[in-house]
């Protein structure tokens, strides 16, 4: 971060603190209008953890003690947003009985006595929209059993927030942020007395934030496909409560509900999950079905390109691939190293991978999840197809731009010779090496079989001209690539055919063989798969095949299938287990 940034950073800090204090000085509001109905899915078997004082946030986890959640030292700035942003009132409210109950109401209260005159963190207007939503949105089971003199405190501290909000919005980073922000601001204008005459602006925002924010696409330019799951569920619920109001849901807002539905149609595996791109999970469990139900979207999906993905889809089987340049400047701050990278999943398993986003396990996790040999692609000389640049902030955090990448990726889909295929390729090692990393893909109609095929290639003669300096350096011995195969934690992986093949057992009961055409030297390593809710990452494996690059065209070809005897159709029974404490 340069000196510029950091005098900015301070000063955006200053000014929220400020806002926040002045808006303390308003009348509160006397009660409420309506309360809309709570959407956001919270986990009962999380709640329970908390009301037996053991707090899982970002990957910590805490306990209590009996203290208040405030009393707790965060251990660092994303364990801090969670607890201030109050998402963890959706799991108290899963489990819904009185301890539960009591607790979110001391934790709320608590945080008014400590931080409600406008002081300390969460002061920022994303982390006050979170908690506008959360507040009305449980409005009801917080206000159960409360004496007159705390709930005129919820009620003057959610008027505080809402003119904070109202001021600072602009503030807010650009995607996920400012929807959040705008998203707490509608609501509390619907439910609360006294703050009506904050609807209308914040329904026009929204829209404008639609058009702006929103491609014709239906895509964001971070590219992340869970934050683009969130801003769909958050304009849906918008939409309607705006609806139960009887007030007007601009165009451009209900445009951007569809836009965004088709896109996610594409970014949805055959198992219900969200792709696991550029810092972004499978998404919270039925999120995705929720908020696709609600936007009523068509049932059927006819495209199969969106937001910079490629789908194939055949039988029980889909492969999501990244196919676009990764985002770039302020939108790279969770940008992977990803590009032509791709998943695959069977029914319920996934079976290929992304390690995927290691926000929750600390710097250095989060610094490998967003690296080339981080994912299901090839990968050359050790280095990654973009690199971490510079610091910048984010929700009030330093967080690394992507700097450099593919700036050209071509691609096609179309029609092979036994189901979809993909072909493409992009530019990321041409400056340092010469060479184009080109991909082919064909999933076979019926999903059975996944045929692939990575070239390193030279495509013209200042490519060759490179090319041969880079050879010379390097004595002649060829430039070292690898490609990569992550598997997910939950697969059974053995060497098989004396080791010129990979099976792989899956909990459904599937078996698929992995095979290469022998250019290259098979192993099978270690590798990890970052999961959200999750103490420590989980170990898995990974199949790499490593070769050298030694002339203008490189070829390694390989396949995926399932073996003979496994029927096209499984009752898969198998339970997983929840993603808590291990």
Aim: aromatic letters at 6%; one cysteine or more.
């Amino acid at each position: 971060m340069t000196l510029i940034d950091a005098v900015r950073a301070r000063q955006t800090r200053l000014v929220n603190l400020w806002h926040a204090r002045r808006a303390a000085r308003v009348h509160p509001a006397t009660g409420l209008v309506s309360q809309p109905e709570p959407k956001s899915i919270g986990s009962f078997a999380r709640g329970r953890q908390l009301v037996a004082g053991n707090c899982l946030f970002a990957g910590h986890l805490i306990e209590t003690d009996g203290r208040m959640i405030w009393e707790i030292d965060a251990p660092d700035a994303a364990f801090e947003d969670e607890i201030h942003g109050f998402a963890w009132l959706d799991d108290l409210a899963a489990v819904g009985d009185a301890p539960a109950r009591q607790l979110a109401q001391q934790w709320l209260l608590d945080w008014i006595a400590r931080y409600g005159r406008g002081s300390g963190p969460g002061w920022t207007p994303d982390l006050a929209g979170r908690r506008l939503f959360r507040w009305t949105s449980h409005a009801m089971m917080l206000l159960r059993g409360m004496d007159a003199e705390a709930s005129e405190q919820m009620f003057r501290s959610l008027a505080q927030q809402t003119v904070f909000v109202s001021r600072r919005w602009q503030a807010a980073s650009d995607g996920l942020p400012r929807f959040e922000a705008l998203m707490g601001l509608v609501y509390a204008g619907l439910s609360l007395t006294g703050l009506e005459a904050h609807i209308g602006p914040a329904r026009k925002a929204l829209a404008a934030e639609c058009t702006r924010q929103i491609d014709a696409t239906g895509g964001i330019a971070t590219r992340n496909p869970e934050h683009l799951l969130e801003i769909l569920s958050l304009l849906t619920w918008a939409a309607e409560a705006l609806e139960d109001g009887a007030m007007p849901v601009e165009d451009s807002h209900r445009d951007a509900i569809q836009q965004i539905a088709a896109t996610l149609r594409v970014l949805r595996h055959a198992d219900g999950g969200l792709a696991r791109f550029h810092g972004g999970g499978r998404g919270l469990d039925g999120r995705l079905d929720q908020a696709l139900s609600l936007a009523g979207a068509p049932s059927t999906m006819t495209d199969t390109f969106a937001m910079g993905y490629a789908r194939l889809s055949g039988g029980r089987s889909t492969v999501i691939l990244d196919a676009a340049p990764p985002p770039k400047g302020a939108a790279s701050v969770n940008g992977h190293a990803s590009t032509l990278a791709f998943e695959l999943t069977s029914g319920r398993r996934p079976v290929i991978v992304n390690c995927g986003a290691g926000t929750s396990f600390g710097a250095d996790w989060q610094r490998a999840g967003r690296a080339t040999p981080s994912h299901s692609t090839l990968g050359l000389a050790g280095v990654s197809s973009a690199q971490l640049g510079p610091q910048a902030e984010h929700r009030g955090h330093l967080r690394e731009l992507l700097v450099g990448g593919p700036r050209r990726v071509p691609h096609q889909l179309n029609q092979g010779r036994t189901g979809p295929r993909f072909e493409g390729g992009h530019d990321g090692y041409l400056d340092r090496f010469g060479l184009t990393h080109v991909r082919q893909l064909e999933l076979s109609a019926d999903g059975r079989t996944l045929d692939g095929e990575d070239t390193l290639a030279c495509l013209e003669a200042a490519d060759q001209k490179r090319f041969d300096k880079v050879l010379d350096g390097r004595a002649l011995e060829g430039v070292p690539f690898a490609v990569r195969f992550h598997l997910h934690a939950e697969v059974d992986v053995a060497l098989d055919m004396g080791g010129n093949a990979v099976s792989l057992a899956l909990k459904s009961g599937e078996i698929w063989v992995f095979r290469h055409d022998g250019t290259a030297t098979m192993t099978l390593d270690p590798s990890v798969y970052l999961e959200k809710g999750r103490l420590q990452p989980r170990a898995s494996q990974q199949i790499v095949l490593s070769a050298k690059a030694v002339t203008y065209a490189t070829r390694v070809c390989w396949s995926l299938a399932k073996a003979q005897d496994t029927p096209n159709s499984i009752r898969d029974v198998w339970r997983d287990d929840p993603a808590l404490p291990e």
